[in-house]
């Protein structure tokens, strides 16, 4: 996690009117532990669209969504993609928010940056506008991008937590949730504040599963301050940054408004705070002389299959060499496997034991 109290002068708490890239280029690397971006989708509208009855359809023409070309989108998209992933701590995640129309190109960009993947979550909106023309499929989705800094990277997960939104199951990558309407859509003069802002209940998850409190949240493009709304409430600090002076206003007015939760720990499952210690590792056991560089280990569902311990604290199976749950899992067609549980040992009795009764042994206090 980023520790604000490491991060002198990073701006906790504020909405700031500016160039994204200006102002992420002042903040120190790793400072943030979760960003959440909603940029221009480059919709490249061409005409205005009508109802059935003739009245005008308040689609998104501003002139930040405009773009003259893909490559220039592209550039825009790198620019501030590769600004972010300076700034996201190294155990930190990115959620990007788009449609089809940009989405594609974002996800591309981002591998190619050395993001990873995590997943996409589909937003099913519950009560999409129709396709007045009749010539398409009502566009009925939008589509989030969620990834880790680098491959390999360890990331926050509430698995537990977010249970909460889906009835107490796993939670699924298809949230149904209507668009931002009624009150709680912000309106100037009768009209909307902001073309695409977004329900609160949308960042409710994405803040709650990837983040914990007191974390650092990072929206470049905080438009109406939906972002920072919901991190305040849920007791997170947080950072907008925001160039469209009209919209700053907004969002600094909105925020002000928020109360916070009663109890900082709302949606948190003390489950998810233990996955995330990290226990002894297999390194760890070979240090402590528990098992020895030439010692051999022997699989669960085969005994008669035997990896050998190298000094490195891999283990090397025939030909291969990994951790002892890329070895298991070489052995199991390539199946996950957990190899605390399905590497074995020779007790001094002559019985086979799990590993993970050494690991054990090294969590377990001292007398």
Request: charged share 20%; hydrophobic share 35%.
């Amino acid at each position: 996690m980023a520790n604000p109290t490491r991060q002198p002068g990073l701006p906790l708490d504020e909405i700031i009117e500016g160039d994204s890239l200006e102002i992420l280029a002042s903040f120190p690397e790793n400072c943030v532990d979760l960003i959440f971006a909603d940029p221009p989708y480059n919709l490249q509208l061409r005409q205005e669209l009508y109802r059935p009855n003739m009245t005008l359809v308040d689609a998104v023409d501003d002139a930040w969504d405009k773009f003259a070309s893909f490559r220039d989108y592209d550039e825009f998209t790198r620019a501030w993609l590769a600004a972010c992933q300076r700034v996201l701590a190294k155990t930190g995640t990115i959620w990007v928010i788009g449609t089809y129309h940009n989405i594609f190109r974002v996800g591309a960009i981002m591998q190619e940056l050395g993001y990873w993947m995590l997943n996409d979550v589909v937003w099913v909106k519950t009560n999409p506008m129709p396709n007045f023309r009749g010539v398409r499929f009502t566009n009925a989705h939008e589509t989030l991008i969620w990834a880790s800094k680098q491959k390999g990277a360890k990331y926050t997960f509430n698995h537990h937590a977010i249970k909460t939104f889906n009835n107490g199951k796993q939670m699924r990558s298809d949230w149904l949730l209507p668009i931002c309407s009624g009150s709680e859509r912000i309106r100037l003069n009768g009209e909307k504040a902001h073309s695409t802002q977004k329900p609160e209940a949308l960042l409710e998850r994405v803040i709650a599963s990837s983040s914990r409190p007191g974390d650092i949240v990072l929206d470049p493009f905080v438009g109406s301050g939906t972002t920072a709304a919901v991190a305040k409430r849920l007791h997170r600090h947080w950072i907008g940054i925001e160039k469209e002076p009209t919209y700053v206003s907004v969002a600094r007015e909105r925020v002000e408004q928020v109360v916070p939760e009663m109890f900082p720990d709302t949606l948190s499952d003390p489950r998810d705070g233990a996955r995330s210690k990290r226990g002894p590792s297999f390194k760890d056991v070979l240090a402590a002389g528990l098992v020895s560089p030439g010692q051999e280990l022997f699989f669960r569902s085969n005994p008669a299959l035997a990896g050998t311990v190298t000094p490195e604290g891999t283990l090397r199976v025939g030909a291969f060499e990994g951790s002892i749950h890329r070895a298991g899992s070489s052995l199991a067609g390539g199946t996950p496997c957990n190899g605390w549980e399905h590497w074995y040992f020779t007790g001094e009795d002559g019985t086979f034991h799990p590993i993970n009764e050494l690991r054990r042994s090294l969590q377990a206090p001292s007398s």
